[in-house]
Nanobody
Framework: QVQLVESGGGLVQPGGSLRLSCAASGSIFSIFAMGWHRQAPGKQRELVAVRTRGGSTNYSDSVKGRFTISRDNAKNAVYLQMNSLKPEDTGVYYC????????????????WGQGTQVTVSS
């Protein structure tokens, strides 16, 4: 088990940037694949980005080229750098962790944070 706490959300204008952080505690962070997901109002939660234990990354088509997922095992943290934000990026962003990257991709990871709100609006 690992406990996850997201931070860094807020209100930003279209075209702006935000950096989300997810702090982990409670287990050996390096064994987990990590993911960022989001849920827009009235929509299902969707996968945004995944980073495996080995460093491979995957992104949804909607954020490819604009978002970057990274991790710092020494700090037990994973980050989501979001650039060129659009109103459709608005939603609650969650980080997840699981030893099995397929579970992270499927949205069935064992461990989830409480979420942080991102609002992109002028």
């Amino acid at each position: 088990q690992v406990q996850l706490v997201e931070s860094g959300g807020g209100l930003v204008q279209p075209g702006g940037s935000l950096r989300l952080s997810c702090a982990a505690s409670g287990s050996i962070f390096s064994i987990f694949a990590m993911g960022w997901h989001r849920q827009a109002p009235g929509k299902q939660r969707e996968l945004v980005a995944v980073r495996t234990r080995g460093g491979s990354t995957n992104y949804s088509d909607s954020v490819k080229g604009r978002f970057t997922i990274s991790r710092d095992n020494a700090k037990n943290a994973v980050y989501l750098q979001m650039n060129s934000l659009k109103p459709e990026d608005t939603g609650v962003y969650y980080c997840s962790a699981d030893p099995d990257v397929s579970s992270v991709k499927a949205g069935t990871a064992q461990n989830w944070g409480q979420g942080t709100q991102v609002t992109v609006s002028s």
